[in-house]
Protein backbone atom coordinates (compact mmCIF):
# COMPACT_ATOMS: atom_id res chain seq x y z
CA UNK A 1 0.00 0.00 0.00
CA UNK A 2 2.80 2.71 1.08
CA UNK A 3 4.74 1.74 -1.90
CA UNK A 4 1.45 2.69 -4.53
CA UNK A 5 1.16 6.02 -1.98
CA UNK A 6 5.17 7.18 -2.65
CA UNK A 7 4.28 6.31 -6.54
CA UNK A 8 1.05 8.58 -6.56
CA UNK A 9 3.61 11.37 -4.91
CA UNK A 10 2.87 13.65 -7.73
CA UNK A 11 5.85 16.49 -7.96
CA UNK A 12 5.37 19.90 -7.06
CA UNK A 13 2.92 22.18 -9.08
CA UNK A 14 4.37 24.80 -11.28
CA UNK A 15 4.86 27.73 -9.15
CA UNK A 16 2.30 30.68 -9.59
CA UNK A 17 1.45 33.55 -7.85
CA UNK A 18 -1.96 32.07 -7.05
CA UNK A 19 -0.37 28.95 -5.41
CA UNK A 20 2.53 31.23 -3.14
CA UNK A 21 1.41 31.01 0.38
CA UNK A 22 1.75 34.19 1.36
CA UNK A 23 2.48 34.52 4.94
CA UNK A 24 3.62 37.84 6.08
CA UNK A 25 4.95 38.45 2.30
CA UNK A 26 1.40 39.96 1.25
CA UNK A 27 2.51 43.05 0.25
CA UNK A 28 5.63 41.81 -2.12
CA UNK A 29 2.67 39.19 -3.71
CA UNK A 30 0.55 42.34 -4.60
CA UNK A 31 3.12 44.47 -6.08
CA UNK A 32 4.39 41.57 -7.97
CA UNK A 33 0.29 40.97 -9.27
CA UNK A 34 -0.08 44.65 -9.87
CA UNK A 35 2.77 43.96 -12.87
CA UNK A 36 1.28 41.29 -14.51
CA UNK A 37 -1.41 43.22 -15.16
CA UNK A 38 -0.18 45.95 -16.33
CA UNK A 39 -1.87 48.03 -13.34
CA UNK A 40 -0.05 51.73 -13.06
CA UNK A 41 2.26 51.78 -10.57
CA UNK A 42 5.84 51.17 -9.36
CA UNK A 43 8.02 49.09 -12.34
CA UNK A 44 10.59 48.20 -10.72
CA UNK A 45 10.74 45.96 -7.92
CA UNK A 46 13.97 44.09 -5.66
CA UNK A 47 13.24 40.96 -3.88
CA UNK A 48 15.41 39.43 -1.07
CA UNK A 49 15.34 36.68 0.93
CA UNK A 50 17.38 33.31 2.16
CA UNK A 51 16.69 30.37 0.60
CA UNK A 52 13.41 29.08 1.23
CA UNK A 53 11.60 32.56 1.39
CA UNK A 54 10.23 32.18 -1.71
CA UNK A 55 11.85 34.08 -4.05
CA UNK A 56 12.15 31.73 -7.19
CA UNK A 57 8.58 30.82 -6.76
CA UNK A 58 7.12 34.46 -6.79
CA UNK A 59 9.56 35.45 -10.00
CA UNK A 60 8.52 32.21 -11.92
CA UNK A 61 5.20 32.84 -11.02
CA UNK A 62 5.32 35.96 -12.58
CA UNK A 63 5.93 35.43 -15.67
CA UNK A 64 3.27 32.71 -15.66
CA UNK A 65 0.53 35.30 -14.96
CA UNK A 66 1.49 37.82 -17.15
CA UNK A 67 0.18 38.29 -20.43
CA UNK A 68 -0.53 40.86 -23.22
CA UNK A 69 3.32 41.31 -23.78
CA UNK A 70 7.00 39.11 -23.51
CA UNK A 71 7.86 37.55 -19.93
CA UNK A 72 10.96 36.47 -19.40
CA UNK A 73 12.31 34.91 -16.17
CA UNK A 74 16.30 34.68 -16.28
CA UNK A 75 19.03 33.59 -14.19
CA UNK A 76 21.49 35.06 -15.67
CA UNK A 77 21.75 37.44 -18.78
CA UNK A 78 20.91 35.89 -22.65
CA UNK A 79 23.57 36.79 -25.24
CA UNK A 80 21.03 38.55 -26.87
CA UNK A 81 19.43 41.63 -25.61
CA UNK A 82 16.22 41.14 -23.52
CA UNK A 83 13.36 43.23 -24.35
CA UNK A 84 12.71 46.72 -22.62
CA UNK A 85 8.99 46.83 -23.10
CA UNK A 86 8.25 42.95 -21.47
CA UNK A 87 8.70 42.23 -18.03
CA UNK A 88 11.77 40.98 -17.22
CA UNK A 89 12.35 38.46 -13.75
CA UNK A 90 16.04 37.54 -13.16
CA UNK A 91 17.14 35.71 -10.07
CA UNK A 92 19.74 35.33 -7.67
CA UNK A 93 21.86 38.92 -8.98
CA UNK A 94 24.11 37.93 -6.07
CA UNK A 95 25.69 35.68 -8.92
CA UNK A 96 26.39 37.39 -11.30
CA UNK A 97 29.91 38.24 -13.03
CA UNK A 98 31.41 41.45 -14.12
CA UNK A 99 30.26 41.15 -17.92
CA UNK A 100 26.31 40.23 -16.80
CA UNK A 101 26.80 42.91 -14.24
CA UNK A 102 27.09 45.17 -16.98
CA UNK A 103 24.39 43.65 -18.80
CA UNK A 104 21.97 44.08 -16.14
CA UNK A 105 22.86 47.84 -15.70
CA UNK A 106 21.74 48.60 -19.23
CA UNK A 107 18.47 46.05 -19.43
CA UNK A 108 17.32 48.36 -16.31
CA UNK A 109 17.88 51.66 -18.25
CA UNK A 110 16.50 50.00 -21.37
CA UNK A 111 13.78 48.74 -19.17
CA UNK A 112 13.43 52.13 -18.08
CA UNK A 113 12.91 53.82 -21.18
CA UNK A 114 11.01 51.50 -22.79
CA UNK A 115 8.11 51.63 -20.46
CA UNK A 116 8.76 47.35 -19.17
CA UNK A 117 8.71 46.22 -16.13
CA UNK A 118 11.94 44.12 -13.78
CA UNK A 119 11.45 42.39 -11.09
CA UNK A 120 14.88 40.85 -9.55
CA UNK A 121 15.86 38.33 -6.73
CA UNK A 122 19.10 38.23 -4.41
CA UNK A 123 19.87 36.94 -0.92
CA UNK A 124 20.63 40.55 0.47
CA UNK A 125 19.78 43.51 0.47
CA UNK A 126 20.71 46.18 -2.42
CA UNK A 127 23.01 47.87 -0.40
CA UNK A 128 24.60 44.89 0.84
CA UNK A 129 25.58 42.91 -2.27
CA UNK A 130 28.69 42.54 -3.89
CA UNK A 131 28.42 44.07 -6.99
CA UNK A 132 28.94 47.24 -8.79
CA UNK A 133 27.85 50.41 -7.25
CA UNK A 134 25.75 51.77 -10.10
CA UNK A 135 24.05 48.34 -10.28
CA UNK A 136 23.52 48.39 -6.57
CA UNK A 137 21.79 51.62 -6.89
CA UNK A 138 19.46 50.69 -9.77
CA UNK A 139 18.36 47.73 -7.81
CA UNK A 140 17.33 50.29 -5.38
CA UNK A 141 15.34 52.22 -7.57
CA UNK A 142 11.48 50.64 -6.70
CA UNK A 143 9.65 48.67 -4.28
CA UNK A 144 12.70 46.33 -2.26
CA UNK A 145 10.65 43.26 0.13
CA UNK A 146 12.56 41.58 2.06
CA UNK A 147 10.99 38.14 1.93
CA UNK A 148 10.21 35.99 5.13
CA UNK A 149 10.03 32.30 5.26
CA UNK A 150 6.71 30.94 6.49
CA UNK A 151 6.54 29.96 9.97
CA UNK A 152 5.53 26.13 11.67
CA UNK A 153 2.33 27.97 12.63
CA UNK A 154 1.82 29.65 9.11
CA UNK A 155 2.54 26.17 7.38
CA UNK A 156 0.23 24.82 9.30
CA UNK A 157 -2.69 26.64 8.77
CA UNK A 158 -2.16 26.74 4.98
CA UNK A 159 -2.43 23.00 5.29
CA UNK A 160 -5.59 23.28 7.22
CA UNK A 161 -6.85 25.30 4.77
CA UNK A 162 -6.07 23.03 1.88
CA UNK A 163 -7.12 20.23 3.80
CA UNK A 164 -10.38 22.06 4.73
CA UNK A 165 -10.59 22.53 0.66
CA UNK A 166 -10.40 18.89 0.19
CA UNK A 167 -12.87 17.57 2.51
CA UNK A 168 -9.70 16.03 4.44
CA UNK A 169 -9.47 14.94 8.03
CA UNK A 170 -6.41 16.17 8.83
CA UNK A 171 -5.22 14.95 12.80
CA UNK A 172 -3.47 17.36 14.68
CA UNK A 173 -1.05 15.36 15.59
CA UNK A 174 -0.55 13.81 11.92
CA UNK A 175 -0.34 17.74 11.12
CA UNK A 176 2.80 18.41 13.56
CA UNK A 177 4.51 14.74 12.69
CA UNK A 178 4.13 16.56 8.68
CA UNK A 179 5.55 19.91 9.81
CA UNK A 180 8.59 17.85 11.86
CA UNK A 181 9.68 15.20 9.40
CA UNK A 182 8.66 16.40 5.98
CA UNK A 183 10.52 18.37 3.47
CA UNK A 184 10.24 22.54 4.94
CA UNK A 185 9.14 23.72 1.81
CA UNK A 186 5.64 24.12 0.98
CA UNK A 187 5.24 22.49 -2.73
CA UNK A 188 6.59 19.36 -0.55
CA UNK A 189 4.20 19.67 2.30
CA UNK A 190 0.92 20.25 -0.19
CA UNK A 191 2.51 17.42 -2.65
CA UNK A 192 2.66 14.59 0.39
CA UNK A 193 -0.78 16.08 1.24
CA UNK A 194 -2.71 15.47 -1.98
CA UNK A 195 -0.88 11.85 -2.13
CA UNK A 196 -2.67 11.11 1.56
CA UNK A 197 -5.50 12.83 0.27
CA UNK A 198 -5.91 9.95 -2.76
CA UNK A 199 -4.61 6.80 -0.82
CA UNK A 200 -6.90 7.91 1.68
CA UNK A 201 -9.97 8.01 -0.85
CA UNK A 202 -8.86 5.06 -2.66
CA UNK A 203 -8.29 2.80 0.27
CA UNK A 204 -11.55 4.20 2.10
CA UNK A 205 -9.30 4.91 5.23
CA UNK A 206 -9.27 8.13 7.18
CA UNK A 207 -5.60 9.45 7.70
CA UNK A 208 -3.65 8.73 10.55
CA UNK A 209 -0.28 9.41 12.49
CA UNK A 210 0.94 6.07 11.45
CA UNK A 211 -0.11 6.39 7.95
CA UNK A 212 1.74 9.93 7.78
CA UNK A 213 5.09 8.03 10.06
CA UNK A 214 4.69 5.29 6.85
CA UNK A 215 4.47 7.58 3.93
CA UNK A 216 7.82 9.60 5.20
CA UNK A 217 9.48 6.70 5.73
CA UNK A 218 9.03 5.19 2.40
CA UNK A 219 10.03 8.67 0.79
CA UNK A 220 13.15 8.73 2.73
CA UNK A 221 13.91 5.45 2.18
CA UNK A 222 13.30 6.27 -1.65
CA UNK A 223 15.17 9.00 -1.91
CA UNK A 224 18.57 7.69 0.26
Known sequence: MMQQLLLQLAPPPAPTLDNFVAGRNAAALQALRDIAAGAPGERFVYLWGAPGSGRTHLLR???QATSGR??????KLPGAEAPGDGVIAIDDVQRLGAGDQVALFDLYNRVRTASG???AGGDAAPAQLALREDLRSRLGWGLAFQLHPLSDQEK??????????RALALPEDALAYLLQHAPRDMASLIAILEALDRHSLEQKRPITLPLVRDA???IRDARA
Not at 156 to 165: I, P, S
Open 156 to 165: AAALRAQARA
Open 117 to 119: ALV
Open 61 to 63: GLV
Open 216 to 218: LGW
Open 70 to 75: QALYLD
